[in-house]
């Protein structure tokens, strides 16, 4: 990343990154802070350094819905078939 004529320093980040978000944690910053998601964890970044991470508890996977993972890993179902079934929560009967 460059900044006006230096470059900036790489962050390597644990996991690929999913979402990005930038916000204003103060009111009077001169540059918004940035969100970045990766895995299960969000990384605050101010004034382009690393300020924050915050790890996100585990949280249960829907049977249904790793049952419809399963069965695509296994490619037994099409990716259209496979969101459409996810949506209506009837992965059992398409999948079988």
Known sequence: MWAVAHKEPEHNLLDAPVAISCFNAEPNAKL????????????IYRN???YYKFMLPPEEVNDEEQLCWSV??????SFCNLFGVALCGVCVCVCA
């Open 48 to 50: 382009l350094r690393p």
């Open 32 to 43: 918004p802070s940035l969100a970045v998601a990766a895995g299960s964890h969000v990384y």
């Open 72 to 77: 695509k890993a296994l490619n037994e179902a």
